[in-house]
């Protein structure tokens, strides 16, 4: 039996078209179809900027409020207008983003009245949030309504099970970059030479409370303090938010802001020169159910240094085995100077060989692995599912 699949995003992003057209080419060839919801052309909190030529024939692409922003749309407009896109695509099954957001719950409720296989695209984390009881209650009611699942690491997948969805329904590989582009971007920057004076620390993030960027700055001052007259490496913070003029503020109260950089909010394409040329990468966030950038920064081979609530940390950063970097308690700007001292003081073989072991991982968890993830959770859903024809999607 060949499934017409459904996937919706809010909005498209670069990682967005990578991770639909493997799966929209894995469909194709077990003689399936993909059909790719955006509910708005904009939205405001990730303005992203997509260049070339967009989604090909393996995958149908509807844009159901091309002129709104995100932000603008009720919940109301949201359910109705999936809903009315599911009724006249007539998809036999869905995978919803999250269990959240209205749309979701929609494409949920639909394919439950219309028995179709129910896929959850989950990336949240028990470390991400406080948990209330009643909270974990709805949310253990809701994921328990679907079939299967695709997360990105292992401390997503430890959340699902805790709400409810079995164990081996659950398949690795939702958090994917477009490993291929970002390679091909690559060929154009000027080779790395992580002996140079030039070298920095590179953050890229959105400029909001949850990032924990005062606390990088603290750090940033602590190492700047400690290296006893030789050259520091300067510190790039890469893109935009609320918290920027007190972020800038705090920079120049710590006397540092003459060793920051502060390019702004960058597409992926001006973001390459960038992480190939850092000397570390760092994201420091207090609360990041993954952490894209991350793989983004591994891909160009740059070394990482992940705090440990971030959920590519355990993925890049693995307790055993091959590892592209260090973890740190974002809430002690005390251990993140340290880390920063420590890898900093890194012979350049060292680095090098932690950036191409962050490269080697990231290989592995691209957008072919999310293809295969959503073919593997689509063969869990029909064995949970005895009463529709057997197929192997693998």
């Known amino acids: 039996m060949?499934?017409?699949?459904a996937i919706c995003f809010t909005n498209f992003g670069p990682y967005h078209i990578a991770r639909l057209e493997a799966l929209g080419t894995a469909l194709s060839e077990q003689g399936g179809h993909l059909l790719a919801y955006e509910m708005a052309g904009t939205e405001e909190k990730y303005p992203w900027s997509i260049t070339g030529p967009g989604l090909s024939s393996h995958v149908r692409h509807?844009?159901?409020f091309p002129g709104r922003s995100l932000e603008s749309l009720t919940a109301r407009e949201c359910r109705q207008a999936i809903a009315s896109r599911l009724d006249q695509d007539q998809p036999t099954a869905i995978a919803a983003v999250g269990y959240v957001r209205p749309e979701s719950l929609e494409m949920l409720r639909w394919?439950?009245?219309?028995?179709?296989?129910?896929l959850l695209l989950s990336e949240s984390q028990r470390i991400d949030h406080p948990r209330?009881?009643?909270?974990?209650?709805?949310?253990?009611?809701?994921?328990?309504?679907?079939?299967?699942?695709?997360?990105?690491?292992?401390?997503h997948r430890d959340y699902l099970v805790e709400l409810g969805l079995p164990l081996d329904r659950i398949h690795l590989g939702y958090n994917a970059v477009g490993n291929q582009d970002i390679e091909s971007l690559l060929q154009t920057v000027v080779g790395r030479n992580l002996t140079s004076e030039s070298l920095y620390f590179l953050t890229v993030c959105r400029f909001?409370?949850?990032?924990?960027?005062k606390v990088l700055l603290a750090a940033y001052a602590d190492y700047v303090k400690s290296v006893d007259?030789?050259?520091?490496?300067?510190?790039?913070?890469?893109?935009?938010g609320p918290l920027k003029p007190q972020l800038q503020q705090q920079a120049r109260d710590l006397g540092v802001a003459e060793l920051i950089d502060w390019p702004?909010?960058?597409?992926?394409?001006?973001?390459?020169?960038?992480?190939?040329?850092?000397?570390?990468?760092?994201?420091?966030?207090l609360s990041e159910p993954w952490g894209l950038v991350v793989n983004e920064a591994a891909v160009c081979g740059a070394p990482l240094l992940i705090s440990d609530r971030c959920g590519s940390a355990w993925t890049f950063v693995p307790k055993s085995g091959l590892s592209g970097g260090r973890t740190f308690d974002p809430t002690d700007s005390g251990d993140l100077a340290k880390m920063m001292r420590q890898m900093a003081g890194l012979?350049?073989?060292?680095?090098?060989?932690?950036?191409?072991?962050?490269?080697?991982?990231?290989?592995q968890w691209g957008p072919d692995q999310f293809g295969k993830a959503v073919l593997a959770a689509l063969e869990s859903a029909r064995e949970a599912s005895p009463c529709l024809p057997s197929r192997s999607w693998r």
């Open 347 to 363: 012979s350049t073989t060292a680095r090098q060989l932690m950036g191409e072991s962050a490269k080697s991982i990231a290989r």
């Open 62 to 64: 509807f844009r159901l």
């Open 132 to 155: 209330t009881w009643w909270k974990e209650a709805i949310k253990s009611r809701r994921v328990r309504q679907f079939q299967a699942g695709v997360v990105g690491g292992e401390t």
């Open 2 to 5: 060949s499934h017409t699949l």
């Open 229 to 240: 007259g030789s050259q520091p490496w300067r510190l790039v913070m890469a893109g935009d």
């Open 111 to 118: 394919a439950k009245s219309h028995k179709a296989l129910r």
């Open 264 to 285: 702004g909010f960058m597409a992926i394409e001006q973001l390459v020169p960038w992480y190939a040329g850092c000397g570390l990468f760092i994201l420091p966030s």
């Open 208 to 213: 909001a409370p949850e990032k924990n960027l």
